[in-house]
């Protein structure tokens, strides 16, 4: 089965920077989009990014021009660096995966989560 181990969550500064990342293990054929959402206590899960097997970008108005989100399908694992942090950024992180398989099925996968945490 697949699994998403994410990682590269923690505590920063203001302003500071953080890189996350999540692989994903098992029976992969294709992944169609790959990209991550967070939530903060006491809100709804909100989408942060995706990234398309095309290669098209799309962003929350929210992080345009401090973050950027990149795969690498070879390593089925796709990356958020995060700039210019802001306390309002602080949630659980979790990376999300749409695949298909062999019989062109299409299934979801979500990452554990990581916690990242902007002081002020």
């Known amino acids: 089965q697949v699994q998403l181990l994410e990682s590269g969550g923690g505590l920063v500064q203001d302003g500071g920077s953080l890189r996350l990342s999540c692989a994903a293990s098992?029976?992969?054929?294709?992944?169609?989009?790959m990209g991550w959402y967070r939530q903060a206590p006491g809100k709804q899960r909100e989408l942060v990014a995706t990234?398309?097997?095309?290669?098209?970008?799309n962003y929350a108005d929210s992080v345009k021009g401090r973050f950027t989100i990149s795969g690498d399908n070879a390593k089925n694992t796709v990356y958020l660096q995060m700039n210019s942090l802001k306390p309002e950024d602080t949630a659980v992180y979790y990376c999300?995966?749409?695949?298909?398989?062999?019989?062109?099925?299409?299934?979801?996968?979500w990452g554990q989560g990581t916690q990242v945490t902007v002081s002020s």
């Open positions: 990234i398309s097997s095309g290669g098209n970008i």
């Open positions: 999300h995966f749409k695949v298909r398989n062999g019989f062109s099925e299409v299934f979801y996968h």
């Open positions: 098992g029976r992969i054929f294709s992944i169609n989009v």
